[in-house]
């Protein structure tokens, strides 16, 4: 598959809100769902093995399994490890809370490291004082699609013989030491989000990555609700009993399906990744160089190991502003941009406070939360667009 074509740019008039993030939608896509609408399978027919195909092909995977959000996808590839009650996982607080919280359907919980202050990612150097007995698995976030120190985290992982996730719902398309994400050359499973504001979309949806037969497997029982109609895995072989409409339930799984309408979308968008990737790079390139050096707020910046796909371009307040965040905040949104705050650390959401979760665990993610606001990124920006959020973004800070 030829990963070229074109964006149909967002011509907005830059007075109009202007999102930090936001899908790409062309007639090429739509063509694609109308023509799945159209057809005898909507779901459950051939477009969903088609993408799976195709998704693990770019990321280099042997396996990848849809579903219907990153949220399920987590989950599933939790479940697939066997994690259960009592169990421990280590994560990062800066995250979407679906990290943690698909360990906590299985009755997992969820152990936090603190991040590095400048990429926001978890820091490898404090992941060994957090593990004991109970840890079974380790789940670094590529946070805004900059990858973690892979090869730092399985060395650990190997070495107290632990899981690894990697949640990659931010970093379709980057890369770790030039091999693209998703390949799980370090990892047990690798799980992506395409929701709308991501790298590609199919409207809701979710995969995970593995080179393990086995956890494809289970995987995609989980996805449809434990059952099996593979009949190498029955446990019943009495041929008076089984049929062609045989299946097992094996298992308690759940419907995580995706659509193959989606799946028409998501097909669609794969093969435009790399130009999403390359558009968000040249505008964080524009934006590196408008803000080197700025007064107000340090902005992000690759190791030498990472190619990042910025699903997120996340600015950080200097010292002498990190108190007028809100003032700050609400000034760039009466501008119509559309900023936001990625993330307030999960420890700190009330449902986590009742677990037994306290302020001042992770210091640094806290300094994080504090300075962190993300500026406008995705693929059909206009010149106009990115101009725009450069001038009102000095003109915000000159008036603070
Ligand atoms: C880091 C991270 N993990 C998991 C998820 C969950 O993905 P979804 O929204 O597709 O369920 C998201 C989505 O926002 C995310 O950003």
Request: hydrophobic share 35%; net charge positive; with cysteine.
């Amino acid at each position: 598959m030829a990963y070229g074509g074109r964006i149909e740019s967002d011509d907005k008039n830059p007075m109009t809100f202007i999102p930090y993030s936001r899908q790409c939608i062309d007639k090429d896509d739509i063509d694609a769902v109308v023509k799945v609408l159209k057809s005898d399978f909507i779901t459950q027919g051939p477009k969903i093995p088609e993408f799976e195909k195709r998704l693990a092909e770019y990321c280099g995977a042997k396996f990848a399994i849809v579903f219907n959000s990153g949220t399920s996808a987590l989950h599933g590839a939790y479940f697939a490890l066997g994690i259960k009650k009592g169990d421990k996982f280590i994560t990062s607080p800066i995250t979407f809370v679906a990290t943690a919280n698909a360990g906590l359907y299985l009755g997992a919980k969820p152990v936090f490291v603190d991040v590095a202050s400048d990429t926001g990612n978890i820091d490898a150097s404090k992941i060994e004082e957090k593990i004991t007995k109970k840890t079974k698995l380790i789940v670094p976030v590529h946070f805004a699609g900059h990858p973690v120190d892979l090869e730092k985290i399985s060395n650990i992982a190997k070495k107290h013989n632990l899981f690894l996730i990697e949640d990659a719902c931010h970093a379709l398309g980057a890369k770790h030491k030039g091999k693209k994400i998703g390949s799980c050359k370090y990892s047990d499973m690798t799980v992506l989000s395409f929701h709308p504001v991501k790298h590609i979309t199919t409207g809701e949806g979710g995969a995970v990555l593995t080179n393990n037969q086995e956890f494809y497997k289970k995987l995609l029982m989980f996805r449809n609700h434990g059952i099996t109609k593979d009949n190498s895995r029955f446990t019943i072989h009495d041929s008076r009993i089984i049929g062609d409409w045989y299946y097992e339930m094996q298992l308690l799984g759940y419907n995580y399906r995706m659509t193959d309408i989606q799946a028409a979308l998501g097909i669609s968008q794969l093969k435009k990744l790399n130009l999403f990737v390359k558009k968000r790079r040249e505008i964080a390139d524009l934006y590196n160089k408008a803000f080197r050096d700025n007064p107000y707020f340090d902005i992000p910046f690759e190791e030498d190991y990472a190619y990042s796909s910025y699903h997120l371009y996340p600015i950080r307040l200097k010292d002498k502003f990190k108190d007028r965040k809100k003032e700050i905040f609400s000034k760039l949104r009466a501008k119509e941009l559309g900023v936001q705050v990625h993330y307030i650390p999960i420890y700190l959401q009330p449902y986590y406070k009742e677990l037994r979760y306290r302020k001042g665990l992770c210091p640094m993610a806290e300094n994080f939360y504090q300075r962190e606001i993300s500026i406008p990124i995705y693929p059909a920006m206009t010149q106009k667009n990115i101009n725009y959020v450069i001038e009102e973004i000095y003109d915000s800070f000159k008036k603070v």
